[in-house]
């Protein structure tokens, strides 16, 4: 049981370069999440999904966009990156249980964009 | 004001050492409450959730007052291996429903020394 993975683990971009992060998870769970986590910022909503072939904007979208063909993988797309992106991505997903609200991390992605 | 807000440390503290974290959240209609810890250059992971009548979980102890909207978190008898960041996080509402909104704290560093 893999839980949730991520890749790749680590990038480095140019600016106005373009790639697709890419999370799965084999817990059938129906949430889905994207996270950023920057040193004194903590951990900020990108966007998240509440089934197959939905998303939805969280805190800081822009820059970024997703889907979820499938219900096991959730993707993350940097169009046009910019320094400003350089961070750690994390995914995350959790199950539908009512007051069940553990969500489970991936191992993160290291992004650099010079 | 944060919408979760933690002391960031560090706390250095020796082996076998009691020590307590605290945590404010902003927003009055939150609903779950947890404490995640996270090893460094690690994804964060579930160490307890938090109930209003306070919980125990070995030498690890939360509590929670809604009426101050405040978190703690006590760590008795420190070991080496609880050296992390331990992030303060609070389930509210995302698009005006419950899925599951995690608003993280930035985390509080604990170094426990021999």
């Known amino acids: 049981n893999a839980g949730v993975t991520q890749t790749p683990k680590f990038r480095v971009l140019k600016t106005g370069q373009s790639m697709t992060l890419l999370c799965a998870q084999d817990m059938n769970h129906e949430y889905m999440y994207w996270y950023r986590q920057d040193p004194g910022m903590g951990l900020r909503l990108i966007h998240y999904s509440v089934g197959e072939g939905t998303t939805a904007k969280g805190e800081v979208p822009d820059g970024y966009n997703v889907s979820r063909l499938k219900k096991q993988n959730f993707l993350l797309g940097l169009e046009s990156a910019a320094p400003s992106q350089t961070s750690v991505y994390f995914c995350a997903s959790r199950s539908t249980g009512t007051g069940t609200y553990e969500q489970y991390f991936g191992p993160g992605t290291r992004l650099t964009v010079t | 004001r944060k919408e979760v807000e933690q002391d960031p440390g560090p706390f250095n503290v020796p082996e076998g050492a009691t020590v307590a974290f605290n945590c404010t959240y902003s927003n009055s209609a939150s609903q779950s409450f947890f404490w995640y810890r996270q090893d460094c250059r690690k994804e964060p992971k579930l160490l307890m959730s938090?109930?209003?009548s306070g919980n125990e979980d070995g030498r690890f102890t939360a509590q929670l007052n809604r009426a101050s909207q405040y978190i703690s978190l006590l760590i008795r008898d420190s070991k080496l291996s609880d050296s992390a960041t331990y992030l303060c996080v609070v389930n509210g509402l995302l698009g005006g429903t419950s899925y599951g909104k995690l608003t993280f704290g930035q985390g509080t560093i604990l170094t426990v020394h021999p």
């Open positions: 938090v109930y209003s």
